[in-house]
Structure formats: structure tokens, C-alpha cells
């Protein structure tokens, strides 16, 4: 067993986010083959990821506020706090914070092999499609 230091809070970068997104990464592989990541990641109200797709899916665990989640081409779904939501390998979709309040999730995915493409980021989110909150 080992403590894994907590490592610096990181303000997420505009080419992938609009508004302010912070993220607490809390475990990456320690071991060669593992692929688990796991980030505690905050958005301030109003602010979402841009489209992106994971190789294998990602899992979403709502903390507080309320989420909202989109899958290209269905509608906005509001996740509780509590709830989970499942996004399975290659669909593109999108999450972040309702227009008044701060959200805060669990992003959980596994690394491809090749890490680099784990996450594949897309255009950005357009009003009107947050807005179909």
C-alpha cells in the first residue's frame, strides 16, 4: 500500500471547456497495466465541456448540483445529485453546470492504450444546445 500526494488543482483549458472548470485529479494507473482515472472536477455555474468521445466510456457520479449531461443528437438530461450516468466508448456527448449554480462530479474513465487517445475532443458546445437544458 502506498498515500498518493494529492496533486495540484488545475484549471481546465478554454479549447476544451467554456467558463470556469477546475479538476482534482485524484488517481491515474500506478501500476503498467492498469487505466483507471478518476478526477473530482468543479464547474461554475453555466460553464460545460466542449463535444468530446472516450475509448472506453466514461462514468459521470453527480456530488452536488445539478449536471447536465447530452449525447449528440438526443436531448439535455438533468443528473441529481447521487445519480450516475454511463457514457459508453466513442459516443460524443457533453456535461457541465446548470445556468445558476455550481456543479460538482466524479469523471471516471480508462485510458486506451494508447493514452494519448483516451479522450477525443470535439467542437464546442453551441448556445443553443446548452440552452436545450
Known amino acids: ?11 481546465n483549458p478554454p479549447e ?3 467558463g470556469d472548470v477546475w479538476v482534482d485529479m485524484l488517481t491515474t494507473p500506478q501500476e503498467g ?9 468543479r464547474f461554475a455555474p ?8 472516450h475509448a472506453r466510456g466514461q462514468t459521470l457520479h453527480v456530488l ?11 436531448d439535455v438530461v438533468r443528473v441529481l445529485p447521487g445519480q450516475t450516468v454511463y ?10 453546470a446548470t445556468p445558476d449554480d455550481f456543479m460538482t462530479h466524479l469523471a471516471m474513465s ?3 492504450d494508447d493514452p494519448a487517445g483516451s479522450t477525443v475532443w470535439l467542437d464546442h458546445v453551441s448556445d443553443d444546445e446548452y440552452a436545450g437544458s
Open 1 to 11: 500500500m502506498r498515500i498518493i500526494d494529492k496533486q495540484p488543482t488545475v484549471k
Open 64 to 74: 452536488s448540483g445539478v449536471a447536465l449531461v447530452q449525447s449528440r443528437g438526443q
Open 16 to 18: 476544451r471547456f467554456t
Open 33 to 41: 497495466d492498469q487505466r483507471m482515472v478518476v478526477g473530482l472536477v
Open 110 to 112: 480508462e485510458n486506451a
Open 46 to 53: 453555466g460553464a460545460h465541456t466542449a463535444w468530446h468521445r
Open 87 to 96: 457514457c459508453p466508448p466513442g459516443e460524443e456527448h457533453w456535461h457541465g
